[in-house]
Each structure stands twice: as structure tokens, then as C-alpha cells.
């Protein structure tokens, strides 16, 4: 597709000329290129670096390279020097960001940062030769270079490379928000003016994890969690599975879906809520032991341990039930956090949360009673209203039973439960996938795990009566006729499923975006997630 000058791909507009120069080019603000970047309105800082590429250009530079063969990181190199060595060290082949510089006349001092750490870099002008010298001046902050010679000790002790061979490999046309960076009495390393505005970190994640270390390594952590879920996982035999993200009916939680059209089909369609439907029709067809970790998709506020978009593990396993679910949840979560770790005790908002096995187990209505004064089996519609209605809540004479009692369970319960606890035997009202109690129908062989006082996971002995299942529909389709948007529509292809013959099954979702807010003690799921939703007016100045 060509690209109409002045605007996006499909854009009517008639193009448009340079404000600057006058060319007929697509344009930024009313400038080409060039004449944006040297546009009086733009920081003198982008002016300067964007002459200093010009120079490059000029003097023949590529201020774009195709490659650098590192070899080492800047980690692997000072590894390569270790503290009992004396003179001169190997010679090293390393590239980063230039996170700091000291200009000394004949001479400099730099330093380099990559993913695995800093590294401190020695120019002296008459060693690199006039050009890399004069190269030296059209350099910033931010830039990516690669540097080639031996590794040395300063008089202070700092394992540096001394460069011979000098390379540059991005020119960068935008400070990074670094800070100023001094050293204390005590040697440490302070930062000052560092980039720290959430809306503008989670908009810019990609200078918020160039210049915040301990951002990357939430990241790092996020990756080592969901590799130590997934091997655990594996060598129980389960088998990793996709299931579709576009679905022609959504399902497997109570909440509103995204919709979207496709074109081809000319059919509504749903980004998927959860993946249980798919996966327990899996079970249906054999395969007894199945997982999958991905996204999922439910069109609700934006607080900071819920977003639109978020990761979740769901697993199911043919012939257990929900007491086997907890020991699993149990042994999942500690190993995976140990794993990554080392230990299973986290802090988390001041709190020391232990998530190793074993986890407290309480009833439902033992937690409503012991925190909310309620009785889940005796208390009538109206008494719920009333303790509602005392939560503020101005909605309570429009809730069900179901809602009025998730609550109240939300409002008192939660917020006590900051050690992982096994709450189990939920309302059968608010179960709609679950099995009824053995011995109880009021109640459903379910159980959440809240831990930091949020729910961490969500387990049942899964329904595979499809009689059963075509009532609790039936049930919520009537709340969804009475105005209940998030009451689950009836799926006649997943009753088809069942009546095929679901097995005896346990299944168990696990939110790995609060796992992770918990491991990290990050108290929001936007400090987990790469690129968080964000609402339009929460963008950042130039």
C-alpha cells in the first residue's frame, strides 16, 4: 500500500507540503524529517543530537551499524578479571549504552551498561587515533557503541577496558531520562532526578527499563516464573495446549467480553475471557492432562490488580477432584518461586508473605463468619441487602444472592488474608462450573487462594453433568435477561461436548500477573506487564 504524504496508511487527505522545506513528503507535525528535527520547537537537546548525526554523515560515518561481534557482555567481562589478577587482563570485545561520561582532555572515562550489567571503558586519544578521537565529540548519552581492548585495574580499583578500537552502532536522537548519578561516602552509587512518573514509565517502557535496572529484573523474573510454571507442569505430564483467542461464544468467568467483527466469516466475534471452555472439551477428547498460559481478554475497569489484558495459567487433569487441585496449587506456586528465587518467603507491601507449602485452609462460610458476621447458609436475601447496603454499596437492591455475598466476601475477607489461604466450598450461585458439594448442594466443590489479599487462583471440581450444566445456563441466561451483562450466555457446543462424556476432572486457573506482583512486591499490575493499558489522556509531554 502506498502511503498518501500526510497521514497513515488509508489517509484521504491531499498530501501535504514541509512546513520547513517545502517538499511533498509524509509528515511529522507539519515537517519532513529533517526539518522536524531541527524545528526551533523541538528541545535543544534533540537540535544538538540530530547535528551531531548530520556530522556524522558528513564525515562518513554509519551512524546505524549493521552488527557488533561482542565477545562477552559487560557481566562476562569483569568475570573474566577476577580480583586475584594483577596487570594486564584478556582483551574483550563489549558493546552498550553510554551511561556516563568524563571528559580528562587527552583522555576519558566512560561507562557502558547492557542487560547484564555496567562496565567502566578508557579512551585515551592517542591510542584510538585522530578519527575514532574526533568521533569521541559527536557522542551522547544513550548512544550504543562497541569497544575492542585489554581489560585493566584502575588506581581505584575499577575493572575498565582499555578501548583500541572504537565502533559506533546507534546514534541515539532522544535523551534518556538518567539522572544525575553520584557516589556516596560509602561508595554506593545514588541517582538523582531518575525517570520514576508511573503514567510516563508505563507509556515509555522502553526508556523505563533502558535506564531502571530493577525494572529489568522484574521482567527477568517474570520470565523465570512462567519457565518454572511450565516445567513443572511438564514433568507432570501435562500437555501444553493453544485454544482460540478469537471465540464465536465467550465463556469460563463472569465478566464482559471484547467484540470484534470478522470480515471474512461476517460474524461477531469474542476475544476470549478465559480459556476453560476449550480446554475442559480437551479433556472431552482424550486428552487428560492439559495447560495453557496466555492471554486473556474482559472488558472492565482498570484498577491496579486488574487490567483489560492479562496472563493466566489454566490447567485441568482428568480424575481428581478439587482436593487434589489444592495440593497441586500448592506445590506449583512454591516450587516455581524457589526455583527463580531461591526462597519462597517474599515481602510484599511490608509484609512478609510465606508462599511455600503447606497453605491454610478455611471454609467459605468459616472466613464470611469469622470477618464478615455473616452466616453464607442462614442469612436471607434482605440481610445480605443490608450488609451491603452498610459496605456502601448503592447497587445492593439490583444484586442476587450470588453477587451480594462475592461482595461481601470482597469487602471483609480479602483484606485479612494476606498469608496464601485455601478458601473453599463456594456459594453454588456464584459456581456456575462447578461441581455442587458432596453432601451439600447449597454449596460447590470450589476454593480460591487469596494471598496479598488478592485472589490468586481459582480452582473447582469441574461440573461434567450436562444436564446439570444446561441448568446452571439456563439460570444464567435469566440473569442476563434481568440486566446482569456479565452472566455467562448459554453454549450449546460445550453441552454437546459434555454429553460426549466429560471424565472426572479438576481444573485450577492461576493469574501469573499477581504471582509475579507478588514475588516482586510490586503493589500494581502495571508494574509487571511490559505495556499496560492506558487511558488516552495518559500520555507524556515532549
Known amino acids: 500500500m502506498t502511503q498518501p504524504a500526510g497521514g497513515m496508511p488509508g489517509d484521504e487527505r491531499a498530501p501535504a507540503r514541509c512546513s520547513g522545506c517545502g517538499r511533498e513528503v509524509a509528515l511529522r507535525d507539519g515537517f519532513c524529517p529533517q526539518c522536524w528535527y531541527r524545528a526551533p520547537e523541538r528541545p535543544k537537546p534533540v537540535r544538538d543530537r540530530f547535528a551531531k548525526l548530520e556530522r556524522l554523515h558528513e564525515a562518513g560515518v554509519a551512524p546505524y551499524a549493521y552488527g557488533f561481534d561482542r565477545s562477552h557482555t559487560l557481566a562476562e567481562a569483569l568475570s573474566d578479571y577476577p580480583d586475584d589478577v594483577e596487570g594486564e587482563g584478556p582483551t574483550v570485545r563489549v558493546a552498550g549504552r553510554i551511561l556516563s561520561y568524563r571528559d580528562l582532555g587527552g583522555s576519558a572515562f566512560a561507562h557502558l551498561g547492557d542487560r547484564s550489567g555496567r562496565l567502566q571503558i578508557y579512551f585515551k586519544r592517542d591510542l584510538i587515533g585522530e578519527d575514532r578521537s574526533r568521533l569521541l565529540e559527536l557522542l551522547d548519552l544513550g548512544d550504543w557503541i562497541g569497544v575492542t581492548g585489554p581489560l585493566f585495574r584502575t588506581r581505584t580499583g575499577e575493572v575498565t577496558v582499555r578501548v ?3 565502533e559506533l552502532l546507534s546514534k541515539t536522537l532522544r535523551p534518556l531520562p538518567l539522572g544525575k548519578e553520584e557516589v556516596s561516602e560509602d561508595g554506593e552509587r545514588v541517582v538523582h532526578g531518575q525517570f ?8 515509555q517502557r522502553y526508556a523505563d527499563l533502558a535506564v531502571n535496572p530493577d525494572v529489568r529484573r522484574v521482567f527477568e523474573i517474570r520470565t523465570g ?25 465467550y465463556g469460563g468467568a463472569f465478566a464482559r467480553p471484547f467484540t470484534t467483527f470478522y470480515n471474512e466469516l461476517d460474524s461477531t466475534l ?9 480446554l475442559k472439551r480437551l ?20 484498577d491496579r490488580t486488574h487490567s483489560p489484558e492479562f496472563t493466566m495459567l489454566e490447567l485441568y487433569q482428568a480424575f481428581v ?29 511490608g509484609e512478609a508473605v510465606q508462599l511455600g507449602a503447606p497453605w491454610r485452609r478455611v471454609s467459605y462460610r468459616d472466613a464470611l463468619w469469622e470477618h464478615g458476621g455473616v452466616d453464607l447458609l442462614e442469612a436471607d436475601l434482605e440481610e445480605l441487602r443490608s ?42 450461585e456464584i459456581s456456575p462450573l462447578a461441581k455442587p458439594k458432596r453432601g451439600d448442594p447449597r454449596l460447590a466443590e470450589r476454593f480460591e487462594v487469596i494471598a496479598g489479599r488478592h485472589e490468586l487462583i481459582n480452582a473447582f471440581s469441574e461440573l461434567n453433568d450436562p444436564l446439570d450444566q444446561w441448568e446452571r445456563f439456563a439460570a444464567q441466561a435469566r440473569q442476563r435477561a434481568e440486566g446482569d451483562l456479565e452472566a455467562q450466555p448459554l453454549d450449546e457446543d460445550y453441552l454437546r461436548a ?18 509475579i506482583m507478588l514475588v516482586t512486591g510490586r503493589s500494581s499490575i502495571r508494574e509487571v506487564t511490559l505495556f499496560p493499558a492506558l487511558r488516552p489522556d495518559e500520555g507524556t509531554a515532549e
Open 164 to 166: 583500541e578500537e572504537l
Open 196 to 203: 520514576s512518573d508511573p503514567a510516563s514509565r508505563y507509556r
Open 225 to 249: 516464573i512462567v519457565r518454572a510454571l511450565r516445567s513443572f507442569l511438564d514433568e507432570r505430564g501435562f500437555l501444553e495446549v493453544e485454544t482460540p483467542i478469537l471465540q464465536p461464544l
Open 270 to 278: 469474542y476475544l476470549r475471557i478465559a480459556d476453560e471452555l476449550y
Open 283 to 302: 479433556i472431552v477428547g482424550g486428552l487428560d492432562r492439559v495447560y495453557e498460559i496466555g492471554k486473556s481478554f474482559r472488558n472492565e475497569g482498570i
Open 321 to 349: 477432584d478439587y482436593e487434589e487441585m489444592m495440593a497441586l496449587a500448592e506445590a506449583m506456586v512454591s516450587s516455581a518461586v524457589a526455583a527463580v528465587t531461591g526462597d519462597t518467603l517474599v515481602e510484599y507491601e
Open 387 to 428: 450488609e451491603a447496603r452498610a459496605e456502601g454499596r448503592s447497587d445492593a437492591d439490583d444484586l442476587n444472592r450470588g453477587k451480594l455475598l462475592d461482595a461481601l466476601f470482597s469487602a471483609r475477607v480479602e483484606p485479612h488474608l494476606v498469608q496464601p489461604t485455601i478458601v473453599y466450598d463456594f456459594p453454588i
Open 498 to 515: 459434555l454429553e460426549y462424556g466429560l471424565p472426572p476432572t479438576g481444573g485450577l486457573g492461576l493469574g501469573v500477573d499477581r504471582l
